[in-house]
């Protein structure tokens, strides 16, 4: 086809488009007088009656949609031995063109996502399933109106850099659902997980699934979670990334089950976000005591391998934060029971009674860290603050530092100097010996005995790398003490040893109160010295109230 010929009443005026599946030009409707778009079957295509076949009928159900974000088809036609589908000529640009400059604002991606979920609405309502939603098949015009572009087809424009999978699954790799990726049947929440695609990436500006290679999307497609929103973009409501997060739910059961559903939250996240609502105070400011959970930290990295690191890292930083005076801290056995969910934060602090939450993730590739934390107010569901540090390993003390005083500072809570210190104080330099009483506690809280004599060997080997690291002791004596009220060890082999190491640990630092638990623990049950049991457990309390 060349610019200027005509084929039947259209006069072609530029060629927009191609690819696998279309060719796209501007034309003249020489009748009627206005532009249009006319989409061509390949010429290497023409031949195949099936793709022919497919061709129409998809066109077909296209043309059945009447709505302002679908864009109108006028007839489907053959002249000239070339089939052809005439459609409306959106003058604007593609989404994908404003995401490469940069993320959009709150307001302005939701205002899209509603109109495009508008138009998969009307689609699903007639039985027709895109496919194929992506940046590229989407059209904003000059007033902001976004138009959705070949319903049921495959990609029109340049592929770029964004892979098409061929075969039984039909769609743009880095949007498919898992369940497209394996070409199985594929109904309206397949449209909503892509959908959440092109959320996340305009929230961004980028793919929340990537690889240097098709199958590397695809296996991250099927198995890994996308990055939290807010650990790329910082000042993102908290709502926002809940509502991608269940369209980008890896189960169709688990995602929103109708474009309405969708539509509803969006909505209201638009109404909050224009006015104002998400900007309200913190419950500080209605003099209500700061209080917080901190959830354990999602596992970002190699499965199981590394679920002790973000288990005791998060503990940890739960641990520092009970120091502060005047802040409450959810105990550990209450914030995880969240742990594997991803429950609103409202329902958390109904549940915990706290009135913010530290939810993090950690990803940890040899001695490569990457940590993202982010505060969230309960009351108004807004994010307070958020970091992501991209360290190595000897920076993990540094890391922790900096995320409970940042805390304590967005908290507003008053510290004295005794507690500023007490946030801060760390009980080894030694990054390997903290490494290893890390993999002691993720193995002394399963309560196994194989479990126990993994986590007493974890904090005898932090004990070579430190002899003086008073915590290891500390933890030593408690499973000494666990194995030998159990009799998985003859007390009177096991509670002499449970109570040497808490007195070494004692000897380190007087003002450990995990050392005075310990100790306490020996003295009331296996020397039955209630009393002096009660001085060590009161002694603990007052250094440590949690």
């Known amino acids: 086809m060349t610019i200027g010929s005509t084929i039947s009443h259209y006069r072609i005026v530029e060629k927009l488009g191609e690819g696998g599946m279309g060719v796209v030009y501007k034309a003249e409707d020489t009748k009627l007088r206005r532009f249009v778009a006319l989409k ?28 302002p974000n679908i864009c109108t088809v006028y007839e489907i036609d053959e002249a000239d031995g070339q089939t052809f589908i005439a459609m409306a000529y959106v ?23 509603i109109q495009v979920a508008n138009g998969l609405e009307q689609a699903h309502g007639k039985g027709v399933v895109h496919r194929d939603i ?6 904003e015009t000059k007033s902001g109106q976004a138009v959705l572009m070949d319903f049921g087809l495959a990609q029109l424009g340049e592929a770029e850099s964004k892979l098409t999978k061929d075969g039984a699954a039909v769609g743009t790799c880095a949007y498919m659902s898992p369940e497209q990726t394996t070409g199985t049947n594929c109904d309206q929440r397949t449209d909503i997980w892509a959908l959440g695609v092109v959320l996340f ?59 309405a559903d969708l539509i509803a939250d969006l909505t209201a996240l638009k109404r909050r976000e224009e006015s104002g609502e998400s900007a309200r105070p913190s419950a500080e400011a209605k003099d209500e005591p700061p209080s ?47 742990k594997g969910k991803r429950p609103l934060p409202e329902e958390i602090g109904r549940t915990l009674k706290v009135n913010h939450v530290l939810e993090g993730s950690l990803r940890r590739s040899g001695d490569r860290l990457r940590i993202h934390v982010e505060l969230i107010a309960i009351d108004g569901q807004y994010q307070v603050w958020s970091e992501r540090y ?19 500072e967005q908290l507003r809570v008053t510290l004295v100097d005794k507690k500023k210190r007490a946030v801060g104080k760390r009980y080894t330099e030694n990054v390997q010996a903290y490494n290893l009483c890390l993999k002691g506690r993720y193995c002394w809280w399963k309560r196994t005995p194989d479990m126990i004599q993994k986590a007493m060997d974890c904090y005898e080997r932090a004990l070579v790398e430190d002899s003086s690291y008073a915590l290891a002791h500390a933890w030593l004596s408690d499973c000494y003490f666990t194995v030998g009220f159990y009799e998985i060890q003859p007390p009177r082999e096991a509670m002499p040893k449970a109570e040497a190491a808490a007195l070494k640990a004692l000897q380190l630092d007087a003002d450990l109160a995990e050392a005075h638990t310990a100790l306490g623990a ?13 001085r060590a457990f009161r002694r603990a309390i007052e250094l440590d109230s949690s």
């Open 91 to 113: 003058d604007g640009a593609e989404l994908g063109d404003r995401i490469e400059t940069g993320p959009l604002g709150i307001t302005e991606l939701l205002d899209t996502a």
């Open 40 to 67: 061509f079957l390949p010429s290497n295509l023409l031949g195949d009656e099936s793709v022919k076949a497919r061709f129409l009928r998809e066109a077909r159900a296209a043309a059945a949609l009447q709505h």
């Open 201 to 259: 990436e305009m929230a961004t500006g980028q793919l929340p699934f990537r690889g240097d290679y098709e199958q590397a999307v695809l296996y991250s497609i099927m198995n890994e979670p996308p990055e939290p929103i807010t650990a790329v973009r910082t000042g993102v409501p908290p709502e926002l990334e809940r509502i991608v997060g269940k369209c980008l739910a890896k189960k169709a059961d688990e995602r929103y089950q109708t474009a």
């Open 390 to 408: 991209d360290r190595v390993m000897d920076d993990i003390f540094e890391i922790q530092d900096d995320i409970s005083q940042s805390i304590v």
């Open 134 to 139: 992506k940046p590229a098949n989407i059209m």
């Open 522 to 534: 020996v003295e009331a049950i296996y020397h039955w010295n209630w009393a002096a049991g009660e």
């Open 292 to 338: 917080i959970a901190v959830l354990p930290f999602e596992n970002r990295g190699r499965g199981d391998e590394d679920e002790y690191f973000s288990d005791g890292i998060s503990e940890d930083i739960a641990g520092a934060l009970a120091k502060v005076e005047g802040l409450q801290v959810t105990p550990r056995s209450l914030a995880f029971q969240f």
